[in-house]
């Protein structure tokens, strides 16, 4: 497949400063602030909620229930623009598109909407760019420029969602039913925003888009102090994480975070995760050739992962997409189901996932550095 640019979007241009307070970063009670201060009642908050959770809008026009005088007013001040569009790439078949947004302060962000037959998923950026410099990752390379606020992760939820709806995808329409937070960044470094967004995403209609919890993923590359944060919220997303390696001289080297926390410190805390929420774990690796995907290293990780129980974990072997330049690159065919069969020899749930999107840059990070 190759993949085309595409025109779809009006372009904003991108202003400078910090993203503006939107109705999405506030709770119930700022909300009701918010609207005092403009002189309108507390229960607008609800219409406005139905308008930009429920109805996908935040079209003045659309909003008949509101006051005429006061409708663009009110978008104006809690609807303000977050994410200014600047290139999209779609799959021919349309079912992939990839999009490059700027943020108001310049800063890009990047994220993939998948269509499937029944479904759609949508992977979001919590961070632009990412402050854990995993070496063989586009993003890691770009270093941290700032986390994202709550809005500007819900927002890239919206506009996917009114994508999927309305059927710009191609084909017929879906509903948007799946969110992973698998873009650019490590979702639990900017924790606060994260669950705010994860709120939004899995609170009913119309205080939220009324996703399943379960159908929410977040991914973390081991940071244990948030994984055990996440496992006390309540809300029983699918925990990621990101793995890479079974021993610590590799993952030191491969994910720079595991000198804070070791291999066995995360596994420990996943096991921690499935054991409060019920949700069993996601283990990603990535196969990177000749550096991680070794027979010895598959026997190693299915020991580790059975020691701590049965029925906890489910790995999710990737062919890593490498990004232009890198020395790193994607297992053998040959190795990757040598991998794969071990695993599953040891009784641990595998599945290679779906690498969709990797011919439009699908790594993250890969759009938004040759946008640099
Ligand atoms: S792999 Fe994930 S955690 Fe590591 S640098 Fe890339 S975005 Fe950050």
Partial sequence: MTATEHPRLPMLAPRRGKPPRHFADLDAVERKDALKQLGQPGFRAKQLATHYYDHLTVDADDMTDLPAAAREDLVAELFPPLLSPVTQLVTPDGETVKTLFTLVDGAKLECVLMKYPDRATL?????????????????????????????????????????????SLGGDPVRLSNV??????????????????????????????????????????????????????????TLALSLHAPDDELRDEIVPINARWKVDEALDAARRYFDA???????????????????????????????????????????????PGSKWTASDPAVEREFVRILRMHGIPTTIRDTRGSDIDGACGQLAIKER
Wanted: aromatic share 4%; charged share 15%; proline share 5%.
């Fill in 180 to 237: 992973v937070f698998m873009g650019m960044g490590e979702p639990l470094a900017n924790y606060n925003a994260v669950m705010t967004a994860v709120r939004a995403l899995t609170s009913p209609a119309p205080e939220g888009f009324g996703l399943s919890a379960r159908h929410v993923t977040v991914s973390t590359v081991g940071l244990v102090t948030g994984i055990d944060r996440l496992a006390g919220e309540g809300i029983p997303v």
């Fill in 277 to 323: 929420t019920g949700r069993r774990v996601s283990i990603e690796y990535a196969l990177i050739r000749n550096i991680n995907d070794h027979a010895h290293r598959a026997e190693l990780l299915a020991k580790k992962l059975r020691a701590r129980g049965d029925g906890w974990v489910h790995v999710n072997p990737i062919p890593l997409n490498p990004t």
């Fill in 123 to 167: 992977c979001v950026t919590s961070q632009a760019g990412c402050g854990m410099a995993c070496p063989f990752c586009a993003t890691g390379q770009m270093g941290l420029t700032r986390n994202l606020s709550a809005a500007e992760i819900v927002e890239q939820v919206r506009l996917a969602a009114r994508a999927a709806r309305d059927g």
